[in-house]
């Protein structure tokens, strides 16, 4: 089984709203990640966890907060966002660093 | 640094015709390599991963892609396309020296017509 799941499927927040991303794997992977994906374009890297631990931050604003609980979920908190940060957001995991990556089928964040 | 180009930005091709998506890669050292593609609203599904051995790779909905490594390149083909083949397809490559873990490139949609 390949499947990383992520709930809500769909979101819609105001910009002094809290809320947070959920992402689910059962594969065992020890590497998670957080993508942004904007209308035809490719996924950015946003976070990567290795081990549970946070070992890469593409320099994204502090309005997002990743969270790791344990090997199995990921969660991205998000505050005081931007009508820009509206995206696609994507989770992904890997058995390894550098390795494929499997993808959730992602979150639309709309902030209005 | 690496980086992946797909040249065509959207290809339109006819229901059962063959098809051929572009990918080039630049990197000083050997690189994993893979298609992914996304359906409208949904993530990406790894559809092809090249990592070592055979340099022809399939998948189970009849793509393949060849890893060639003096032309740096990791086409994707189709014999004959399906409507339901209509989507977006990024490649990308993993680099052993980048801690970005994946480098995608601009996407390519392809449609098939009728």
């Known amino acids: 089984d390949t499947e990383v799941t992520q709930t809500p499927k769909h979101l819609v927040m105001g910009m002094t709203n809290k809320k947070s991303l959920k992402c689910e794997q059962h594969m065992g992977h020890r590497a998670m990640y957080w993508y942004k994906q904007k209308a035809k374009k490719p996924p950015e890297l946003m976070f990567v966890?290795?081990?549970?631990?946070?070992?890469i931050n593409e320099s994204v604003p502090s309005r997002f907060s990743p969270e790791c609980p344990n090997s199995s979920l990921l969660n991205l908190h998000l505050h005081a966002l931007q009508p820009e940060d509206s995206a696609l957001y994507l989770c992904?995991?890997?058995?390894?660093?550098?390795?494929?990556?499997?993808f959730g089928p992602g979150t639309r964040l709309t902030v209005t | 640094a690496q980086s992946v180009t797909q040249l065509d930005s959207q290809v339109p091709v006819f229901e059962e015709a063959p098809v051929e998506l572009r990918c080039n890669y630049s990197s000083s050292v050997s690189v994993y390599l893979f298609w992914y593609v996304q359906y409208p609203n949904q993530g990406l599904q790894l559809l092809l991963k090249y990592l070592s051995g055979s340099t022809l790779v399939e998948s189970i909905n009849g793509f393949e892609a060849e890893f060639n490594k003096s032309q740096t390149s990791f086409h994707l083909r189709k014999p004959s396309v399906h409507i339901s083949d209509t989507a977006e397809y990024f490649c990308a490559v993993s680099d052993p020296l980048s801690a970005r873990q994946l480098t995608f490139g601009s996407g390519t949609q392809l449609t098939v017509l009728p």
């Open positions: 992904a995991s890997s058995p390894k660093a550098r390795a494929e990556q499997y």
């Open positions: 966890y290795s081990y549970e631990k946070l070992s």
